[in-house]
């Protein structure tokens, strides 16, 4: 069982930087095993995933809306996964869930995560 806790989230003007971070419970040895990524859902909107990384770091996968701005890491050490979200947009604003599953692959389809933080509000002014 993982236990996935958020932060870093705040209010921010358009263009600035965040980061977001995500501890896991557990060993480190059992962190590494979860594939992990980041969701969001704005009022009235459906979640949708934006960013996701492979067990080993080497795969990642973003949303097109946030490519070029967005970049997910994670330190297995730490059992902590990063999203530093540069660039942001009014658009950006929502609530952040980091999750994890046992594979890369569920983050391509419309399956959701096995595993779910609390989530972190992120607020963009325009």
């Known amino acids: 069982q993982v236990q996935l806790v958020e932060s870093g989230g705040g209010l921010v003007q358009a263009g600035g930087s965040l980061r977001l971070s995500c501890a896991g419970s557990?060993?480190?040895?059992?962190?590494?095993?979860?594939?992990m990524g980041w969701f969001r859902q704005a009022p009235g909107k459906e979640r949708e995933v934006v960013a996701a990384?492979?067990?080993?770091?080497?795969?990642?996968y973003y949303a097109d809306s946030v490519k070029g701005r967005f970049t997910i890491s994670r330190d297995n050490t730490k059992n902590t996964v990063y999203l530093q979200m540069n660039v942001l947009k009014h658009e950006d604003s929502a609530v952040y869930y980091c999750?994890?599953?046992?594979?890369?692959?569920?983050?391509?389809?419309?399956?959701?995560?096995?595993?779910w933080g609390q989530g972190t509000q992120v607020t963009v002014s325009s």
């Open positions: 999750t994890a599953d046992s594979s890369l692959l569920t983050y391509y389809s419309d399956s959701y995560p096995r595993h």
């Open positions: 557990g060993p480190s040895s059992t962190f590494s095993n979860y594939a």
């Open positions: 990384i492979a067990l080993s770091t080497r795969n990642t």
